[in-house]
């Protein structure tokens, strides 16, 4: 029998109270991770992209939400239903999250070698002083200058990128297995993004770690990423390879944010968009989920449950008309 | 540090005589004559004329507050117009009452107002949370020496368990210290757990739904953790600044109690003093007060420091 892939999430259900009662934000939604693998997952706001990763390790507020249903697995052990106590020894420890807003997510009243060092203790049963060691070490790691006298610092000391980079130090300090960066570049400025991403690459090669990378921004997707998901009112619309994304999607939905892509070049002109905005989990229209916004759209595609489709090796789609349509990818 | 500490002490000085200057100015502005209460009904207009020149009222404005600076200097605030009693030594006799009384009852707002408002603040909605919430908004209706009173008829006279006055200085001993002190105590401490268990939990609810609590859970510490490292050292600005001002008001409301428990304590002192209009005693626990005051803030901006950097730093 062969070895289970590192995550594997069957049928996620996330359910958030309302005044009207339970709405589903994430919707059956599945997805595999291999060990070393970049997996991207690609959404507008409101995708439920952040949710049904923060719901892995438990990490959404409950209430008001919920995993209503199916299943996550670490290396074949089920994280869904599992005691409090035995969760917390898998997060930051196998599964480590980075966080979209550097300037918050770090406690304003410690001191970020300590709040590296904490996690180093908690998880590696280090003494105070290894665990400021390696504090220091990994601050190094990540590039920070002078870590040893910056580890004594505050966050309101450090810079928007270079928060995100103590993030980066903390995260990945335990050596975990898997890392999930939630839209861990949207927050910094163009020149930073681009540092903090081969940051992320050069620690995932240096420590054989699986990502899941959260963004709604195709060109990091492109530049970080073995494979795709792509989101869509809480569903998955589309998953494949990085090439047969970009090169041959198989959804209106991809085929419009590959599109909005901003382009240079002689090609260059106005910015596309796709018209209208994401629904909201209360109001989601019958049929494809997709369909009010989708310039393909027929009589079918509005009515019943779409099926997830496999169109190639790897690559599936819920898309009703992917056999007649000839979408366009990047060139 | 040191520095800090040394240059706010050195700042308390001229507060001091400001303070003075207007509690001079205050005692000026009384209607009545202190000569006239002390000479009783019966007394001759040369036997009146005698206890001023004795009390240096006959003096001009400028060289009586002249007198009180040149003692203040000394440490020396004068003598009580009755009893005939050095101020400093009344204060002295009816400090430690007060500050046992405001020190114990601070106590009780701590160890109860702050686990109260932990429970409350971790389980916004739940049961536990509405039934302290509920609790809170009667100890808020109920005055303290109201509560007092109570105390005293339900736990004093009736049940018997405690006694319903007479302090036992801590030195003696100091079980009956506490044993006689846990009813008034008690009485003045709720205002103040209410408060502080009110204040605790919102900002307890707010700590606990920002960013760096949820990386703090995503690091795998336990809950424990979370709540008692990363969000209570967040939430505890604000907590401060009500423990700072409960500082003041425990003071307050111990003037109360000590007349219901009949405890002879600077409250006591006072409120007989201001009957008597016994200028000096008034000054004297004026200026006392001042300084309490001055060194419970002190306390407190030392602690923001401790618990916000960005404040440190400045």
Redesign the interface.
């Known amino acids: 029998m062969s070895e289970p892939p590192l995550l594997e999430v069957t049928d996620l259900d996330v359910d958030f109270a309302t005044d009207h009662g339970w709405e589903r934000v994430v919707n059956h939604v599945s997805f595999t991770v291999d060990r070393g693998e970049t997996l991207g997952l690609v959404g507008e706001s409101g995708s439920g992209k952040s949710v049904t990763c923060m719901a892995l390790?438990a990490?959404i507020?409950m209430p008001p939400g919920r995993v209503a249903g199916g299943s996550v697995r670490l290396e074949g052990r089920e994280l869904i239903g599992m005691p409090?106590a035995e969760l917390?020894?898998?997060?930051?420890?196998e599964v480590?999250?980075i966080?979209q807003?550097p300037m918050?997510?770090?406690?304003?009243?410690?001191?970020v070698g300590e709040q590296i060092a904490?996690?180093v203790r908690?998880?590696k049963g280090l003494s105070r002083r290894a665990a400021r060691g390696r504090a220091v070490e990994m601050l190094d790691r990540v590039g920070i200058p002078n870590a040893s006298r910056r580890a004594e610092e505050?966050p309101?000391q450090f810079s928007g990128g270079m928060r995100q980079r103590v993030?980066i130090a903390?995260a990945v300090s335990c050596e975990p297995k898997l890392l999930i960066a939630d839209e861990p570049t949207t927050a910094l400025d163009v020149t930073i993004q681009a540092q903090v991403l081969d940051l992320l690459r050069d620690m995932q090669a240096e420590l054989g770690m699986s990502v899941v990378f959260i963004t709604h921004d195709l060109g990091v997707v492109a530049h970080s990423c073995d494979h795709v998901v792509v989101l869509y009112g809480g569903r998955v619309m589309e998953e494949a390879p990085i090439d047969e994304l970009y090169f041959r999607p198989a959804h209106p939905y991809t085929e419009g944010l590959l599109t909005a892509m901003p382009q240079i070049g002689p090609r260059a002109g106005r910015l596309a968009s796709i018209p209208g905005s994401t629904p909201v989990p209360s109001s989601l229209p019958a049929g494809c989920v997709f369909n009010p916004r989708c310039p393909y759209v027929v009589e079918r595609c509005r009515e019943g449950e779409i099926p997830l489709v496999e169109v190639g090796p790897g690559h599936r789609s819920r898309c009703v008309r992917v056999s007649e349509l000839n979408l366009v990818g990047t060139s | 540090m040191s520095k800090v500490i040394g240059r706010r002490l050195l700042l308390t000085i001229p507060l001091l005589f400001f303070v003075s200057l207007i509690v001079f100015a205050l005692a000026q502005l009384v209607p009545g004559d202190p000569a006239v209460t002390i000479a009783g009904e019966q007394a001759t207009a040369a036997r009146i004329e005698e206890i001023r020149e004795k009390l240096g009222i006959n003096d001009s404005t400028l060289v009586q507050y002249g007198r009180l600076v040149g003692g203040l200097v000394q440490g020396d605030l004068g003598t009580s117009l009755y009893s005939e009693q050095k101020v400093t030594d009344a204060l002295f006799t009816a400090l430690p009452i007060t500050l046992s009384l405001a020190g114990l009852a601070l106590l009780f707002v701590i160890v109860v107002g702050i686990p109260f408002g932990l429970l409350a603040g971790t389980r916004p909605g739940s049961l536990l949370d509405r039934i302290l919430t509920a609790v809170a908004a009667l100890g808020v209706a109920a005055p303290g020496y109201w509560v007092g009173i109570l105390l005293i008829i339900v736990f004093g006279l009736g049940l018997g368990w405690f006694p319903t006055g007479l302090y036992v200085p801590f030195g003696e001993s100091p079980t009956r210290w506490l044993y006689h002190l846990i009813l008034p105590a008690f009485a003045l401490s709720l205002a103040g757990i209410v408060e502080v268990t009110r204040q605790l939990r919102s900002s307890m609810r707010d700590a606990m739904?920002?960013?760096?609590v949820?990386?703090?859970?995503?690091?795998?510490?336990?809950?424990r953790?979370v709540v008692l490292k990363?969000a209570l050292?967040?939430a505890a600005v604000p907590l401060v600044t009500v423990l700072g001002l409960q500082v003041n008001v425990l003071l307050g409301g111990a003037i109360a109690l000590e007349l219901v428990f009949g405890f002879s304590g600077v409250g006591a002192l006072a409120v007989r003093a201001v009957q008597n209009r016994d200028i000096p005693v008034i000054q004297g626990i004026v200026l006392l007060s001042v300084v309490v005051v001055s060194l419970s803030n002190l306390l407190v901006d030392l602690a923001y420091g401790w618990?916000?950097?960005?404040v440190r730093a400045q």
């Open positions: 390790t990490l507020p409090a917390e020894q898998v997060r930051g420890a480590a999250n966080f807003e918050t997510s770090l406690n304003p009243a410690f001191t904490e996690m908690r998880h505050y309101h993030m903390m | 739904t920002a960013d760096y949820r990386t703090a859970r995503a690091k795998g510490l336990r809950q953790t990363h050292k967040n618990l916000n950097p960005k």
